[in-house]
């Protein structure tokens, strides 16, 4: 499996923006589906977007569609999501996320890879 680091965290004022990224282990990144997962206190992990092999294919949740913007390069084997327009819901730990196959839900990570989680905090 594929190792996963984030990065990018932080606390940021409501409106403003944030971008994480994701460095992969391994010599196979381009065999992975990407995509991020956040959890907020006291709720479940909760899908936010998904990109495939080569980035040629993105998904958003609701929630994120229209601020959020997920992206790859698979010659520095990273992953990123570019947040705008933050609001205080969506404070949460957010986890990168790997597997050959799509995923939509945690339900579909059976298999994958996950992350160590990096707290993004917006303040109202």
């Known amino acids: 499996q594929v190792q996963l680091v984030e990065s990018g965290g932080g606390l940021v004022q409501a409106g403003g923006s944030l971008r994480l990224s994701c460095t992969a282990s391994?010599?196979?990144?381009?065999?992975?589906?990407m995509g991020w997962f956040r959890q907020a206190p006291g709720k479940e992990r909760e899908f936010v977007a998904v990109?495939?092999?080569?980035?040629?294919?993105?998904y958003y949740s609701d929630s994120v569609k229209g601020r959020f913007t997920i992206s790859r390069d698979n010659g520095k084997k990273e992953v990123y999501l570019q947040m705008s327009g933050l609001k205080p819901e969506d404070t949460a730990v957010y986890y990168c996320?790997?597997?050959?196959?799509?995923?939509?839900?945690?339900?579909?990570?059976?298999?994958?890879?996950w992350g160590q989680g990096t707290q993004v905090t917006v303040s109202s």
């Open positions: 996320a790997a597997k050959t196959e799509p995923f939509y839900s945690e339900n579909d990570m059976a298999g994958g890879s």
């Open positions: 391994g010599r196979t990144f381009s065999s992975y589906v």
């Open positions: 990109i495939s092999w080569i980035g040629e294919t993105k």
